[in-house]
């Protein structure tokens, strides 16, 4: 089965429009479920991976979140993936990340305390706020978007392979193959060419 389609052939992907609309969505969310949301999107992270993270992971100097890479077979292989300067600024005015990260016991706290179940229906219901149902409608549909917009933009397919926490190039190729909006605009291209 393909990472992309359920057995139905429905997108699991956000497209840029749905993930946009998500995004403005968790702006009327309770600040903590707008920063929960805007790490997923932002960094392509699994909802257990973003829901692991502390203060101390999160660099604001270098602008980096450090995550946890949940699904390896040992513990404490981390990735760095890079975030926007708009997202430290959301993170430090909802979690106080930068004092956090100088007390030794805040530094260590998850900055959710919310079980996955909790976090998930938090981020289905900015699904539904938003207007978007379906298979793409969860936070599995944000890592896949990161990855899908993230090629889409002209990031190396080696970077995204980083950032995602993927063993294997071959993982990551499986989102060079989107389709809809996405594929209209890479064909849209090669029809100027003509």
């Known amino acids: 089965m393909s990472l992309l389609y359920d ?5 699991k992907y956000l497209t840029v429009a749905e993930r946009t609309a998500w995004l ?7 600040d903590e479920v707008n920063t929960l949301c805007r790490v997923l999107a932002y960094t392509g992270a699994r909802l257990s991976e973003v829901l692991a993270l502390t203060p101390r992971r999160i660099d604001t100097h270098a602008r980096l979140i450090m995550i946890e890479c949940l699904k390896k077979r040992r513990q404490g292989v981390f990735r760095a993936v890079p975030i ?38 938090r981020v289905k219901a900015c699904m539904e706020v938003a207007g978007i149902s379906g298979s793409q409608a969860s936070p599995k549909g944000l890592r896949h ?10 990031v190396p397919i080696n970077f995204v392979r980083k950032w995602l926490g993927h063993s294997r190039l071959s ?8 389709v809809g909006d996405e594929e209209q605009a890479i064909a849209d291209r090669l029809w100027r060419t003509f």
């Open 7 to 11: 057995r139905d052939g429905n997108r």
């Open 24 to 30: 403005a969505a968790t702006e009327s969310m309770p």
């Open 84 to 121: 926007p300067q708009e997202l430290i600024a959301v993170l430090e005015r909802v979690h106080g990340v930068a004092a956090a990260r100088k007390d030794p016991n805040r530094a260590q706290e998850r900055l959710w305390k919310w079980c996955r179940t909790t976090a998930w229906s």
């Open 145 to 154: 978007a990161f990855a899908v917009a993230a090629l889409q933009s002209g």
């Open 171 to 178: 993982t990551t190729e499986i989102y060079a193959d989107a």
